[in-house]
Nanobody, 122 residues
Framework: QVQLVESGGGLVQPGGSLRLSCAASRFALEHFAIGWFRQAPGKEREGVSCISPSGAVTRYGDSVKGRFTISRDDAKNMVYLHMNGLKPEDTAVYLC???????????????WGQGTQVTVSP
């Protein structure tokens, strides 16, 4: 069965860094756009960053620009989200998704992981 698995979340102090990973099994990520989304309790799912199949196009939400970087390693079938300068408002479950185009619209994605919790707190 096709699966996406996120990892790398955890508890970090404000100003700290984390690297999230998204791994796929039973299909190759290289042909697809990948998006990172996050969802905090009581809030809608928010697009954080996305990357095109070639890696030539990347997009970031306004709240993370300059702090987060998305990258992909197709040889390892992995996508990463490097998060620096973390703030308490970044606390959420972070999910990766496979889609047809690099966007922050959830409807453009057809396969989702279960998510990894990121908590930013002193």
């Amino acid at each position: 069965q096709v699966q996406l698995v996120e990892s790398g979340g955890g508890l970090v102090q404000p100003g700290g860094s984390l690297r999230l990973s998204c791994a796929a099994s039973r299909f190759a990520l290289e042909h697809f756009a990948i998006g990172w989304f996050r969802q905090a309790p009581g809030k809608e799912r928010e697009g954080v960053s996305c990357i095109s199949p070639s890696g030539a196009v990347t997009r970031y939400g306004d709240s993370v620009k300059g702090r987060f970087t998305i990258s992909r390693d197709d040889a390892k079938n992995m996508v990463y989200l490097h998060m620096n300068g973390l703030k308490p408002e970044d606390t959420a479950v972070y999910l990766c998704a496979v889609g047809t185009s690099p966007s922050h619209s959830t409807t453009d994605y057809f396969r989702w992981g279960q998510g990894t919790q990121v908590t930013v707190s002193p």
